[in-house]
T-cell receptor, first 113, second 112 residues
Framework: AQSVTQLGSHVSVSEGALVLLRCNYS??????LFWYVQYPNQGLQLLLK??????LVKGINGFEAEFKKSETSFHLTKPSAHMSDAAEYFC???????????FGKGNQVVVIP | DADVTQTPRNRITKTGKRIMLECSQT?????MYWYRQDPGLGLRLIYY???????NKGEISDGYSVSRQAQAKFSLSLESAIPNQTALYFC???????????FGEGSRLTVL
Protein backbone atom coordinates (compact mmCIF):
# COMPACT_ATOMS: atom_id res chain seq x y z
CA ALA A 1 0.00 0.00 0.00
CA GLN A 2 1.10 3.54 -0.67
CA SER A 3 1.96 5.83 2.20
CA VAL A 4 2.54 9.53 2.68
CA THR A 5 4.81 11.23 5.20
CA GLN A 6 4.31 14.81 6.30
CA LEU A 7 6.72 15.91 9.01
CA GLY A 8 5.93 18.55 11.59
CA SER A 9 2.28 18.52 12.57
CA HIS A 10 2.37 22.26 13.39
CA VAL A 11 4.19 24.79 11.23
CA SER A 12 4.53 28.45 12.19
CA VAL A 13 5.41 31.01 9.56
CA SER A 14 5.63 34.78 9.67
CA GLU A 15 3.36 36.80 7.44
CA GLY A 16 5.23 37.49 4.20
CA ALA A 17 7.68 34.61 4.69
CA LEU A 18 8.05 31.46 2.60
CA VAL A 19 5.66 28.63 3.28
CA LEU A 20 7.25 25.19 2.78
CA LEU A 21 5.39 21.98 3.59
CA ARG A 22 7.16 18.71 2.90
CA CYS A 23 5.55 15.57 1.53
CA ASN A 24 7.27 12.28 0.76
CA TYR A 25 5.47 9.25 -0.63
CA SER A 26 6.12 5.62 -1.22
CA UNK A 27 5.09 4.34 -4.60
CA UNK A 28 6.38 1.68 -6.93
CA UNK A 29 4.58 3.17 -9.92
CA UNK A 30 4.20 6.77 -11.09
CA UNK A 31 1.66 8.21 -8.73
CA UNK A 32 -1.00 10.85 -8.85
CA LEU A 33 -0.31 13.31 -6.02
CA PHE A 34 -2.57 15.87 -4.39
CA TRP A 35 -2.49 18.67 -1.87
CA TYR A 36 -5.72 19.52 -0.05
CA VAL A 37 -6.42 22.42 2.31
CA GLN A 38 -8.88 22.50 5.19
CA TYR A 39 -9.91 25.91 6.51
CA PRO A 40 -11.43 26.08 10.00
CA ASN A 41 -14.84 24.42 10.26
CA GLN A 42 -14.83 23.38 6.62
CA GLY A 43 -14.26 20.28 4.58
CA LEU A 44 -11.14 19.70 2.51
CA GLN A 45 -10.72 21.30 -0.89
CA LEU A 46 -8.19 20.66 -3.62
CA LEU A 47 -5.18 22.98 -3.78
CA LEU A 48 -3.39 21.28 -6.67
CA LYS A 49 -2.56 17.90 -8.18
CA UNK A 50 0.22 16.22 -10.13
CA UNK A 51 -0.85 13.94 -12.96
CA UNK A 52 2.45 13.19 -14.76
CA UNK A 53 2.42 16.26 -16.97
CA UNK A 54 4.58 19.20 -15.81
CA UNK A 55 6.64 18.51 -12.68
CA LEU A 56 5.96 22.00 -11.30
CA VAL A 57 2.28 22.30 -10.55
CA LYS A 58 0.53 25.57 -9.81
CA GLY A 59 -2.55 25.65 -7.62
CA ILE A 60 -4.97 28.09 -6.12
CA ASN A 61 -4.07 31.00 -3.83
CA GLY A 62 -0.46 31.24 -5.04
CA PHE A 63 0.60 27.74 -3.98
CA GLU A 64 2.72 25.45 -6.09
CA ALA A 65 4.35 22.07 -5.70
CA GLU A 66 7.21 20.31 -7.42
CA PHE A 67 7.25 16.60 -8.16
CA LYS A 68 10.73 15.07 -7.75
CA LYS A 69 10.76 11.42 -8.67
CA SER A 70 14.33 10.82 -7.48
CA GLU A 71 13.42 12.10 -4.03
CA THR A 72 9.85 10.69 -4.01
CA SER A 73 8.75 14.13 -2.88
CA PHE A 74 5.97 16.58 -3.65
CA HIS A 75 6.68 19.61 -1.45
CA LEU A 76 4.25 22.51 -1.31
CA THR A 77 5.44 26.12 -1.35
CA LYS A 78 4.13 29.66 -1.36
CA PRO A 79 6.59 32.56 -1.62
CA SER A 80 4.80 34.90 0.77
CA ALA A 81 2.43 33.76 3.52
CA HIS A 82 -0.81 35.59 4.10
CA MET A 83 -2.95 35.47 7.22
CA SER A 84 -5.64 33.71 5.21
CA ASP A 85 -3.27 30.78 4.63
CA ALA A 86 -3.80 29.62 8.21
CA ALA A 87 -5.30 26.17 7.72
CA GLU A 88 -4.48 22.48 7.75
CA TYR A 89 -2.80 21.03 4.68
CA PHE A 90 -2.89 17.40 3.60
CA CYS A 91 -0.79 15.58 1.04
CA UNK A 92 -2.34 12.51 -0.62
CA UNK A 93 -1.20 9.85 -3.10
CA UNK A 94 -3.34 7.62 -5.27
CA UNK A 95 -2.96 4.01 -4.25
CA UNK A 96 -3.80 2.07 -7.38
CA UNK A 97 -3.30 -1.23 -5.61
CA UNK A 98 -6.07 -0.48 -3.14
CA UNK A 99 -7.92 1.82 -5.53
CA UNK A 100 -8.09 4.74 -3.11
CA UNK A 101 -6.20 7.77 -1.84
CA UNK A 102 -3.72 7.59 1.02
CA PHE A 103 -3.52 10.78 3.10
CA GLY A 104 -0.69 12.14 5.18
CA LYS A 105 -1.33 13.23 8.77
CA GLY A 106 -1.50 16.89 7.86
CA ASN A 107 0.33 20.13 8.68
CA GLN A 108 -1.44 22.78 10.75
CA VAL A 109 -0.11 26.11 9.50
CA VAL A 110 -0.16 29.12 11.81
CA VAL A 111 0.65 32.52 10.32
CA ILE A 112 2.23 35.00 12.72
CA PRO A 113 1.53 38.69 12.06
CA ASP B 1 -26.51 24.49 -2.25
CA ALA B 2 -23.47 22.38 -1.43
CA ASP B 3 -22.53 19.57 -3.83
CA VAL B 4 -21.95 17.17 -0.91
CA THR B 5 -24.29 17.54 2.05
CA GLN B 6 -23.85 15.86 5.40
CA THR B 7 -26.42 15.60 8.18
CA PRO B 8 -26.30 16.14 11.06
CA ARG B 9 -23.45 18.65 11.27
CA ASN B 10 -23.12 18.16 15.01
CA ARG B 11 -24.34 15.38 17.26
CA ILE B 12 -23.84 14.53 20.91
CA THR B 13 -24.87 11.07 21.99
CA LYS B 14 -24.32 8.55 24.73
CA THR B 15 -22.38 5.31 24.80
CA GLY B 16 -24.38 2.43 23.38
CA LYS B 17 -26.70 4.52 21.22
CA ARG B 18 -27.16 3.87 17.50
CA ILE B 19 -26.16 6.79 15.30
CA MET B 20 -26.58 7.37 11.57
CA LEU B 21 -24.71 9.99 9.60
CA GLU B 22 -26.13 10.74 6.18
CA CYS B 23 -24.50 11.99 3.01
CA SER B 24 -26.05 13.08 -0.25
CA GLN B 25 -24.38 14.43 -3.37
CA THR B 26 -25.38 16.22 -6.54
CA UNK B 27 -22.07 15.67 -8.37
CA UNK B 28 -23.34 12.59 -10.19
CA UNK B 29 -20.27 10.63 -9.03
CA UNK B 30 -20.30 6.89 -8.59
CA UNK B 31 -17.57 6.80 -5.93
CA MET B 32 -18.42 7.78 -2.37
CA TYR B 33 -16.29 7.60 0.78
CA TRP B 34 -16.54 8.00 4.54
CA TYR B 35 -13.48 9.31 6.38
CA ARG B 36 -12.77 9.97 10.00
CA GLN B 37 -10.51 12.85 11.09
CA ASP B 38 -8.74 12.92 14.47
CA PRO B 39 -6.17 15.52 15.53
CA GLY B 40 -2.67 14.41 14.55
CA LEU B 41 -3.91 11.33 12.70
CA GLY B 42 -5.09 12.91 9.46
CA LEU B 43 -7.92 11.29 7.53
CA ARG B 44 -8.56 7.59 7.82
CA LEU B 45 -10.86 5.74 5.45
CA ILE B 46 -13.77 3.90 7.04
CA TYR B 47 -15.75 2.59 4.04
CA TYR B 48 -16.03 3.33 0.35
CA UNK B 49 -18.41 2.47 -2.44
CA UNK B 50 -17.92 2.50 -6.20
CA UNK B 51 -21.59 1.98 -7.01
CA UNK B 52 -24.84 0.97 -5.35
CA UNK B 53 -23.91 -2.72 -5.31
CA UNK B 54 -20.27 -2.23 -4.31
CA UNK B 55 -19.24 -1.63 -0.68
CA ASN B 56 -15.66 -1.93 0.57
CA LYS B 57 -14.03 -1.74 3.96
CA GLY B 58 -11.37 0.86 4.55
CA GLU B 59 -8.62 1.07 7.15
CA ILE B 60 -10.84 1.35 10.21
CA SER B 61 -14.22 -0.25 9.52
CA ASP B 62 -14.66 -2.03 12.87
CA GLY B 63 -17.66 -0.63 14.76
CA TYR B 64 -19.12 0.99 11.63
CA SER B 65 -21.49 -0.04 8.85
CA VAL B 66 -22.67 1.70 5.71
CA SER B 67 -25.56 1.68 3.30
CA ARG B 68 -25.58 2.96 -0.29
CA GLN B 69 -29.23 3.66 -0.81
CA ALA B 70 -28.82 5.25 -4.22
CA GLN B 71 -26.05 6.66 -6.37
CA ALA B 72 -26.45 9.95 -4.55
CA LYS B 73 -26.80 8.69 -0.97
CA PHE B 74 -24.31 6.97 1.32
CA SER B 75 -24.95 6.67 5.05
CA LEU B 76 -22.64 5.67 7.88
CA SER B 77 -23.95 3.93 11.00
CA LEU B 78 -22.49 3.35 14.42
CA GLU B 79 -24.53 0.45 15.81
CA SER B 80 -23.43 0.99 19.39
CA ALA B 81 -21.43 4.18 19.81
CA ILE B 82 -18.40 4.29 22.09
CA PRO B 83 -16.38 7.30 23.31
CA ASN B 84 -13.37 6.62 21.07
CA GLN B 85 -15.64 7.13 18.07
CA THR B 86 -15.76 10.81 19.00
CA ALA B 87 -14.37 12.48 15.88
CA LEU B 88 -15.07 14.60 12.82
CA TYR B 89 -16.54 12.52 10.00
CA PHE B 90 -16.34 13.45 6.34
CA CYS B 91 -18.17 12.16 3.32
CA UNK B 92 -16.49 12.59 -0.06
CA UNK B 93 -17.18 11.77 -3.69
CA UNK B 94 -15.07 11.40 -6.81
CA UNK B 95 -15.43 10.49 -10.46
CA UNK B 96 -12.49 8.05 -10.25
CA UNK B 97 -9.30 7.34 -8.30
CA UNK B 98 -7.21 10.00 -10.00
CA UNK B 99 -9.76 12.74 -9.93
CA UNK B 100 -10.42 15.29 -7.23
CA UNK B 101 -12.27 14.29 -4.08
CA UNK B 102 -15.18 16.57 -3.19
CA PHE B 103 -15.82 16.75 0.54
CA GLY B 104 -18.84 17.59 2.63
CA GLU B 105 -18.46 20.04 5.49
CA GLY B 106 -18.19 17.32 8.08
CA SER B 107 -20.25 15.84 10.91
CA ARG B 108 -18.84 16.34 14.38
CA LEU B 109 -19.82 13.44 16.63
CA THR B 110 -19.31 13.38 20.37
CA VAL B 111 -19.95 10.16 22.28
CA LEU B 112 -20.23 10.61 26.04
Amino acid sequence: AQSVTQLGSHVSVSEGALVLLRCNYSSSVPPYLFWYVQYPNQGLQLLLKYTSAATLVKGINGFEAEFKKSETSFHLTKPSAHMSDAAEYFCAVSDRGNNRLAFGKGNQVVVIP
Amino acid sequence: DADVTQTPRNRITKTGKRIMLECSQTKGHDRMYWYRQDPGLGLRLIYYSFDVKDINKGEISDGYSVSRQAQAKFSLSLESAIPNQTALYFCATSADLNRELFFGEGSRLTVL
